[in-house]
């Protein structure tokens, strides 16, 4: 039933049980006058009629009176016969009717009316609901799957960029489903499961979407929170029914995004053994590969926290293989930032080979956020076209946050940032593992820094060695050390610098083992208890060792300290020259900054 029939009904309800009412009100007119005023009219010669209506709980009734002057009055008498006996002694005309008869249709008719009414919607809107149909569905449908079934897909390979050869795997998938006796004449059994992995936005549930657009086959969708709610039991219901729907399409693909929050390790956390999500995934992993057979059903899932997945699913014969989803190297992000600059003009200073070449570390999900902004950009002073600047001033945007150019900066916080920022800057050029400087800048930012260094790596690295991390270690000090030379004093500026020099050092000790207390991992992984693991967590190194790593770190970071003050002081010429220059445009560019060096 439609939404508009549900109201009509309800109207017509409406309109009934006001009608019952107007009925049964209608004779039961009130008056404000009495018995004393029709003896008062009596005496007075006024009454002409008098007209008895004898109620059923005799003598009482109502006493409809004639008068000369005032028309028809009526009132309520205890006593029908006292008013008969008076108005015949005065030689008044009295009508008595007879008591009514009950009303059969207002009595018992229009109630077992209104009742059956009644029960046909509620009756109708349930059966309703339980067809999946209306408004009020979610009510009936709590063991139902939440998926959404996709039969005509337009995401393609042809839509993705920079992951080659995670596309070349799960092409294998598409020809599959397409041609599956191509693999079963050689005795070939296609992967139950497809596990994608990879850091947030490189492109995973792009990936699914592309499968599904490219193998023309019913496309399952759905998250991994989806499954699970507050009822007991839910969550597996969902499963398998999310199954057994499949079984219907088959072939087809589910694709369980974020498939963490359901396929957490087991009985870890605070949850125990009955806990809700327990019980889902113990329903999964059944329906995966369990006793029944499951045949022509493809599993993708999409996790950035494979490290906290259950074992059970994992293993081969339900998630076969699993595809690292990497970000894309400078290649890659040049393909990625064409595809999503197909529909913005670019104009001719617009080079996408060079803004790859800037973005390492980027993904699909940074690379096309960094567009869209700079088409904003282009779009909000009146522009048909993206021109450098904007791609520039985006780049900023995205990577450091907002410029607070409104915000007031005495002169005294001006220099110091200057000279920090300058320290910072300096050593990045100076040191040659360390890369590039973007721009510099003693603008305040979104993120409450009161300046920034922007830094552009030259190349994609995939390995740090131990003096890569030395000297970036040294430009995150260069700050301080700044300050220091300059102002002889220190200021609460390099807070987040320390914090991050301490990170990076504490790791060359207890995880790379590039310190002098050997390849050994010390790092006891102290946020396990957060992620769902073990919640009595024992310690790894002893109290003496713990020590040691201390005296290690700071061993680091001062060796490193020093270094970077004696560079610093090499060039204190450099450093006024680039505080001078910040203090006057606020921000200087990459050229900008060089040409102090030549």
């Known amino acids: 039933m439609k939404k508009q029939n549900y109201s009509f009904v309800f109207l017509v309800i409406m309109l009934l049980l006001a009608a019952a009412i107007w009925l049964s009100f209608s004779t039961r007119q009130t008056s404000n006058y009495s018995q004393a005023d029709f003896e008062e009219a009596v005496a007075e010669n006024d009454v002409v009629t008098v007209v008895i209506d004898q109620n059923k709980e005799v003598p009482t009734g109502t006493i409809q009176v004639t008068t000369k002057n005032h028309g028809v009055r009526q009132f309520h008498a205890t006593d029908v016969r006292e008013i008969e006996n008076y108005a015949k002694e005065h030689n008044i005309a009295v009508r008595i ?44 449908n709590f063991g139902k799957s939440r998926a959404q079934l996709v039969r005509d897909c337009k995401t393609t390979f042809a839509d993705v960029a920079g992951l080659k050869e995670e596309k070349e795997d799960l092409d294998e998938i598409v020809d599959f489903l397409r041609k599956p006796e191509k693999y079963t004449e050689v005795g070939a059994r296609i992967p139950k499961g497809i596990l994608l992995e990879g850091q947030p936005g490189t492109g995973k549930t792009l990936l699914a979407k592309a499968i599904a657009g490219e193998a023309k086959v019913p496309f399952f969708s759905i998250s991994g929170s989806d499954f699970v709610e507050m009822f007991v039991g839910v969550g597996a219901s969902r499963v398998r029914d999310l199954f057994s729907e499949a079984k219907k399409n088959s072939p087809c ?153 409104s ?22 050029h100076l040191l040659p593992l360390t890369g590039s400087v973007y721009t510099v800048s003693i603008i305040p930012t979104g993120d409450g820094a009161a300046g920034y260094m922007m830094p552009v790596p030259d190349n994609d690295d995939w390995h740090m060695t131990k003096e ?113 220059l910040l203090i006057e445009k606020e921000r200087i560019s990459r050229e900008e900054f060089e040409a102090l060096f030549v």
């Open 253 to 405: 693909i589910i694709f369980i995004d974020e498939i963490d929050a359901v396929a957490r390790r087991r009985g870890t956390g605070m949850g125990g053994g009955h806990d809700e999500r327990e019980q889902t995934l113990n329903q999964l992993l059944v329906e995966m590969d369990g006793f029944g057979p499951n045949e022509g059903i493809i599993v993708l899932a999409a996790t950035n926290r494979v490290d906290i997945l259950d074992p059970a699913i994992l293993r081969p014969g339900r998630f076969d293989r699993k595809i690292t989803v990497s970000p894309p190297d400078v290649q890659g992000r040049e393909d990625i930032l064409k595809v999503h600059a197909k529909n913005k003009p670019l104009g001719e200073d617009v080079d996408l080979k060079e803004v790859a070449r800037t973005t390492a570390g980027f993904t699909g999900a940074d690379l096309e956020n960094l567009l869209n902004e700079a088409a904003i950009k282009a779009a909000k002073e009146a522009r048909k076209y993206l021109n450098a600047e904007d791609i520039k001033k985006s780049f900023i945007k995205v990577g450091i946050g907002t410029e607070k150019r």
């Open 97 to 140: 009717n007879d008591v009514p008869e009950d009303n059969w249709f207002l009595m018992y008719v229009l109630p077992a009316l209104v009742v059956l009414i009644i029960f046909v919607f509620f009756y109708t809107g349930m059966m309703n609901a339980q067809s999946g149909g209306g408004g009020n569905s979610r009510m009936m």
């Open 407 to 428: 915000h007031i900066i005495s002169d005294r916080d001006k220099k110091i940032t200057a000279y920090h920022e300058s320290g910072h800057a300096i050593l990045m």
């Open 468 to 580: 890569q991390i030395r000297q970036r270690l040294m430009v995150t000090l260069g700050g301080r050390v700044a300050e220091e030379i300059i102002f002889g004093d220190v200021t609460t500026g390099a807070s987040s610098d320390i914090k991050k020099a301490t990170k990076n050092a504490r790791s060359m000790v207890t995880r790379f083992g590039m310190s002098s207390l050997g390849l050994i991992c010390y790092d006891d992984d102290d946020d396990e208890v957060f992620i769902g693991r073990d919640l009595a967590h024992a310690k790894t190194t002893s109290e003496s060792k713990a020590a040691e790593i201390d005296a290690e770190v700071k061993r680091i970071i001062d060796e490193c300290h020093d270094e970077a003050k004696r560079i610093l002081e090499a060039n204190m010429d450099i450093m006024h020259r680039c505080a001078a």
